[in-house]
Protein backbone atom coordinates (compact mmCIF):
# COMPACT_ATOMS: atom_id res chain seq x y z
CA UNK A 1 0.00 0.00 0.00
CA UNK A 2 1.21 3.73 -0.93
CA UNK A 3 1.69 5.69 1.63
CA UNK A 4 -0.59 8.58 2.18
CA UNK A 5 -1.94 11.85 2.87
CA UNK A 6 -4.15 13.30 5.46
CA UNK A 7 -6.38 16.54 5.16
CA UNK A 8 -8.11 18.45 7.14
CA UNK A 9 -9.78 21.56 5.95
CA UNK A 10 -12.71 24.09 7.41
CA UNK A 11 -14.13 26.57 5.45
CA UNK A 12 -17.43 28.77 4.80
CA UNK A 13 -19.44 26.23 3.50
CA UNK A 14 -20.28 26.80 -0.29
CA UNK A 15 -21.12 24.35 -3.16
CA UNK A 16 -18.27 22.71 -4.65
CA UNK A 17 -15.71 23.18 -2.11
CA UNK A 18 -15.80 19.11 -1.49
CA UNK A 19 -15.63 18.35 -5.27
CA UNK A 20 -13.07 20.85 -5.85
CA UNK A 21 -10.71 19.00 -3.94
CA UNK A 22 -11.16 15.62 -5.08
CA UNK A 23 -11.27 16.42 -8.34
CA UNK A 24 -8.05 17.54 -7.96
CA UNK A 25 -6.84 14.40 -6.38
CA UNK A 26 -8.35 12.62 -9.06
CA UNK A 27 -6.60 14.16 -11.75
CA UNK A 28 -3.11 13.50 -10.34
CA UNK A 29 -4.76 9.85 -10.04
CA UNK A 30 -4.44 9.24 -6.61
CA UNK A 31 -7.29 6.99 -4.49
CA UNK A 32 -9.25 8.81 -1.72
CA UNK A 33 -8.94 6.14 0.90
CA UNK A 34 -11.31 8.03 3.23
CA UNK A 35 -13.59 10.79 3.16
CA UNK A 36 -15.63 12.54 5.85
CA UNK A 37 -17.36 15.94 6.35
CA UNK A 38 -19.52 18.09 8.40
CA UNK A 39 -21.34 21.14 8.18
CA UNK A 40 -22.17 23.32 11.08
CA UNK A 41 -24.91 25.81 11.04
CA UNK A 42 -25.11 28.69 13.84
CA UNK A 43 -28.27 30.10 12.73
CA UNK A 44 -28.12 33.63 14.81
CA UNK A 45 -24.56 34.29 12.61
CA UNK A 46 -24.28 32.23 9.96
CA UNK A 47 -27.01 30.78 7.72
CA UNK A 48 -24.35 29.28 5.09
CA UNK A 49 -22.68 27.21 8.13
CA UNK A 50 -18.78 26.32 8.04
CA UNK A 51 -17.92 22.82 6.09
CA UNK A 52 -15.18 20.73 8.31
CA UNK A 53 -13.23 18.31 5.97
CA UNK A 54 -10.98 15.15 6.63
CA UNK A 55 -9.90 13.61 3.27
CA UNK A 56 -6.61 10.56 3.11
CA UNK A 57 -5.69 9.70 -0.13
CA UNK A 58 -2.85 8.42 -1.63
CA UNK A 59 0.42 9.90 -1.85
CA UNK A 60 1.89 10.64 -5.20
CA UNK A 61 4.58 13.45 -6.86
CA UNK A 62 2.78 16.62 -6.84
CA UNK A 63 -0.22 15.98 -5.56
CA UNK A 64 1.01 18.01 -1.99
CA UNK A 65 2.03 21.54 -3.63
CA UNK A 66 -0.87 21.33 -6.29
CA UNK A 67 -3.31 20.84 -3.64
CA UNK A 68 -1.91 23.84 -0.85
CA UNK A 69 -1.63 26.22 -4.13
CA UNK A 70 -5.48 25.49 -4.73
CA UNK A 71 -6.29 25.38 -1.24
CA UNK A 72 -4.66 28.72 -0.85
CA UNK A 73 -6.83 30.20 -3.40
CA UNK A 74 -9.83 29.48 -2.42
CA UNK A 75 -9.20 30.36 1.04
CA UNK A 76 -9.47 27.32 2.67
CA UNK A 77 -7.69 27.02 5.83
CA UNK A 78 -5.79 23.77 6.07
CA UNK A 79 -3.29 21.20 7.27
CA UNK A 80 -2.00 18.93 5.39
CA UNK A 81 0.07 15.83 7.16
CA UNK A 82 2.00 12.71 5.81
CA UNK A 83 0.48 9.63 7.39
CA UNK A 84 4.50 8.60 7.34
CA UNK A 85 5.41 10.68 9.97
CA UNK A 86 5.13 9.51 13.24
CA UNK A 87 4.12 12.07 16.11
CA UNK A 88 6.55 12.80 18.44
CA UNK A 89 5.47 12.51 22.15
CA UNK A 90 6.18 13.75 25.62
CA UNK A 91 5.08 11.85 28.26
CA UNK A 92 4.81 14.09 31.54
CA UNK A 93 3.87 12.55 34.36
CA UNK A 94 4.11 12.65 38.38
CA UNK A 95 3.13 9.69 40.43
CA UNK A 96 -0.05 7.77 39.29
CA UNK A 97 1.36 5.09 36.68
CA UNK A 98 -1.93 4.41 35.37
CA UNK A 99 -2.60 6.80 32.09
CA UNK A 100 1.08 7.11 32.11
CA UNK A 101 1.24 3.44 31.10
CA UNK A 102 -1.85 2.74 29.12
CA UNK A 103 -0.03 5.46 26.32
CA UNK A 104 2.99 4.04 26.87
CA UNK A 105 2.12 0.56 26.32
CA UNK A 106 -0.43 1.44 23.62
CA UNK A 107 2.34 3.15 21.73
CA UNK A 108 4.69 0.33 22.19
CA UNK A 109 2.23 -2.19 20.67
CA UNK A 110 2.79 -0.05 17.29
CA UNK A 111 -1.59 0.70 17.73
CA UNK A 112 -0.73 4.73 17.14
CA UNK A 113 1.17 6.27 14.73
CA UNK A 114 3.25 8.01 17.34
CA UNK A 115 6.43 7.79 19.29
CA UNK A 116 7.19 8.26 22.77
CA UNK A 117 10.26 10.37 22.58
CA UNK A 118 11.13 11.37 26.01
CA UNK A 119 9.35 11.57 29.99
CA UNK A 120 9.65 14.00 31.89
CA UNK A 121 8.46 14.26 35.83
CA UNK A 122 8.28 15.62 39.27
CA UNK A 123 9.26 12.77 40.91
CA UNK A 124 11.26 9.60 39.68
CA UNK A 125 8.52 7.27 40.69
CA UNK A 126 7.90 6.09 37.10
CA UNK A 127 11.83 5.84 35.63
CA UNK A 128 11.73 2.75 35.36
CA UNK A 129 9.22 2.28 33.28
CA UNK A 130 10.35 4.32 30.88
CA UNK A 131 14.38 3.06 31.28
CA UNK A 132 12.65 -0.42 30.49
CA UNK A 133 11.47 0.29 27.20
CA UNK A 134 15.15 2.82 26.59
CA UNK A 135 13.22 5.96 26.52
CA UNK A 136 15.24 9.22 28.11
CA UNK A 137 13.64 10.77 31.45
CA UNK A 138 13.66 13.60 32.77
CA UNK A 139 13.25 14.49 36.49
CA UNK A 140 12.36 18.36 36.68
CA UNK A 141 11.42 18.91 40.36
CA UNK A 142 9.33 21.51 41.66
CA UNK A 143 12.48 22.90 43.89
CA UNK A 144 13.01 26.16 42.10
CA UNK A 145 11.45 29.15 40.34
CA UNK A 146 7.74 27.83 38.22
CA UNK A 147 9.48 30.28 35.34
CA UNK A 148 12.72 28.01 35.39
CA UNK A 149 11.68 24.66 35.83
CA UNK A 150 9.13 24.97 32.23
CA UNK A 151 11.97 26.91 30.79
CA UNK A 152 14.01 23.78 31.50
CA UNK A 153 11.20 21.66 30.41
CA UNK A 154 10.44 23.54 27.47
CA UNK A 155 14.21 22.84 26.43
CA UNK A 156 13.49 19.12 26.63
CA UNK A 157 11.05 19.17 24.30
CA UNK A 158 12.69 21.16 21.74
CA UNK A 159 15.72 18.94 21.78
CA UNK A 160 13.32 16.09 21.04
CA UNK A 161 11.60 18.49 18.67
CA UNK A 162 8.24 17.18 20.30
CA UNK A 163 5.12 17.50 18.62
CA UNK A 164 2.51 16.33 21.79
CA UNK A 165 2.83 16.32 25.49
CA UNK A 166 0.52 13.88 27.17
CA UNK A 167 -0.45 15.02 30.85
CA UNK A 168 -0.90 12.13 31.97
CA UNK A 169 -1.77 12.95 35.45
CA UNK A 170 0.74 15.39 35.58
CA UNK A 171 -0.52 17.29 38.67
CA UNK A 172 1.45 20.76 37.73
CA UNK A 173 -0.55 23.55 36.15
CA UNK A 174 0.82 25.32 33.52
CA UNK A 175 1.45 28.66 32.67
CA UNK A 176 0.06 30.70 29.80
CA UNK A 177 3.94 30.78 28.80
CA UNK A 178 4.41 27.40 28.35
CA UNK A 179 0.89 26.41 27.04
CA UNK A 180 1.80 29.32 24.44
CA UNK A 181 4.70 27.01 22.64
CA UNK A 182 1.95 24.38 22.12
CA UNK A 183 -1.18 25.62 21.32
CA UNK A 184 -3.63 22.40 21.09
CA UNK A 185 -0.91 20.37 21.41
CA UNK A 186 -1.02 19.58 24.85
CA UNK A 187 -3.81 16.79 26.22
CA UNK A 188 -4.91 16.86 29.50
CA UNK A 189 -6.74 14.18 31.31
CA UNK A 190 -9.19 14.99 34.75
CA UNK A 191 -11.99 13.30 36.59
CA UNK A 192 -15.33 14.50 35.10
CA UNK A 193 -16.82 15.64 38.85
CA UNK A 194 -15.45 19.03 38.13
CA UNK A 195 -16.54 21.43 39.05
CA UNK A 196 -18.17 19.98 41.65
CA UNK A 197 -15.38 18.10 43.74
CA UNK A 198 -12.08 19.95 43.14
CA UNK A 199 -9.08 19.98 45.04
CA UNK A 200 -7.75 17.19 47.29
CA UNK A 201 -9.25 13.79 47.14
CA UNK A 202 -11.95 14.34 44.90
CA UNK A 203 -12.98 10.57 44.92
CA UNK A 204 -13.76 10.67 48.45
CA UNK A 205 -15.48 14.19 48.48
CA UNK A 206 -17.87 12.18 45.74
CA UNK A 207 -18.12 9.31 47.70
CA UNK A 208 -19.37 10.90 50.45
CA UNK A 209 -22.10 13.44 48.35
CA UNK A 210 -23.22 9.74 46.69
CA UNK A 211 -22.31 10.36 43.07
CA UNK A 212 -23.99 7.89 40.52
CA UNK A 213 -21.59 8.50 38.09
CA UNK A 214 -17.99 8.22 37.92
CA UNK A 215 -16.33 9.78 34.33
CA UNK A 216 -13.58 11.43 32.92
CA UNK A 217 -12.55 14.36 30.30
CA UNK A 218 -9.59 14.57 28.25
CA UNK A 219 -8.98 17.86 26.32
CA UNK A 220 -6.56 20.33 25.38
CA UNK A 221 -4.96 22.63 27.96
CA UNK A 222 -5.47 26.29 27.04
CA UNK A 223 -5.07 29.26 29.41
CA UNK A 224 -7.92 28.93 30.91
CA UNK A 225 -7.66 26.32 33.48
CA UNK A 226 -9.51 22.73 32.61
CA UNK A 227 -11.66 24.48 30.35
CA UNK A 228 -9.74 23.34 26.49
CA UNK A 229 -11.81 21.97 23.88
CA UNK A 230 -13.32 18.69 24.64
CA UNK A 231 -11.81 15.62 23.23
CA UNK A 232 -12.85 12.70 24.52
CA UNK A 233 -15.27 11.58 27.53
CA UNK A 234 -16.89 8.37 29.25
CA UNK A 235 -18.75 7.91 32.26
CA UNK A 236 -19.69 4.28 34.01
CA UNK A 237 -22.72 4.39 36.41
CA UNK A 238 -22.34 3.51 39.77
CA UNK A 239 -24.28 2.68 43.31
CA UNK A 240 -24.44 2.96 46.75
CA UNK A 241 -22.87 -0.07 47.52
CA UNK A 242 -19.08 1.01 45.81
CA UNK A 243 -16.39 2.20 48.37
CA UNK A 244 -13.88 5.15 47.93
CA UNK A 245 -11.56 2.72 46.53
CA UNK A 246 -13.89 1.31 44.23
CA UNK A 247 -14.10 4.57 42.82
CA UNK A 248 -10.50 5.03 42.88
CA UNK A 249 -10.33 1.50 40.83
CA UNK A 250 -13.20 2.83 38.21
CA UNK A 251 -11.83 6.21 37.43
CA UNK A 252 -8.35 5.04 36.70
CA UNK A 253 -9.56 2.49 34.04
CA UNK A 254 -12.04 5.46 33.08
CA UNK A 255 -8.56 7.92 33.20
CA UNK A 256 -6.51 5.80 31.42
CA UNK A 257 -8.76 5.01 28.02
CA UNK A 258 -10.12 7.93 27.58
CA UNK A 259 -6.72 9.82 27.65
CA UNK A 260 -5.02 7.20 25.31
CA UNK A 261 -8.62 7.64 22.40
CA UNK A 262 -8.09 11.24 22.75
CA UNK A 263 -4.95 10.69 21.92
CA UNK A 264 -4.93 8.18 19.51
CA UNK A 265 -7.84 10.64 17.77
CA UNK A 266 -4.62 13.47 17.85
CA UNK A 267 -1.64 11.31 16.27
CA UNK A 268 -4.27 10.23 13.33
CA UNK A 269 -5.14 13.83 12.60
CA UNK A 270 -8.61 13.17 12.91
CA UNK A 271 -9.12 16.74 15.10
CA UNK A 272 -10.13 20.02 13.73
CA UNK A 273 -10.53 22.45 16.64
CA UNK A 274 -13.54 25.29 15.98
CA UNK A 275 -13.28 28.72 16.83
CA UNK A 276 -10.76 27.33 19.85
CA UNK A 277 -12.87 26.19 22.38
CA UNK A 278 -14.85 22.95 20.63
CA UNK A 279 -13.62 19.69 18.72
CA UNK A 280 -14.60 18.29 15.67
CA UNK A 281 -13.70 14.78 15.66
CA UNK A 282 -13.50 12.72 12.86
CA UNK A 283 -14.07 8.97 14.93
Given at each position: ??????????????VGVTSLI??????????????????????????????????????????????????????????????????????????????????????????????????????????????SLSIPFY?????????????????????????????????????????????????????????????????????????????????????????????????????????????????????????????????????????????????
Open positions: MKNTYILLARCKDKTTLIAKHNANILHLDHFTEYDNSQDENGKLFLRLEFEEVAELKTSLEFTLNQNNIQFELFDSNVKTKVALFVSKEDHAFNEVLLRVQRGELPAEIVCVVSNHETNKHFAEFVPNNKDKHEVETDTLNICSKHEVDLIVLAKYMQILTDYFVSHYPNQIINIHHSFLPSFIGANPYKQAWERGVKLVGATSHYVTSDLDEGPIIEQDVTRINHRYSVQDLRKIGRHIESTVLAQAVEYHVQHKIIVNDGNKTIVFN
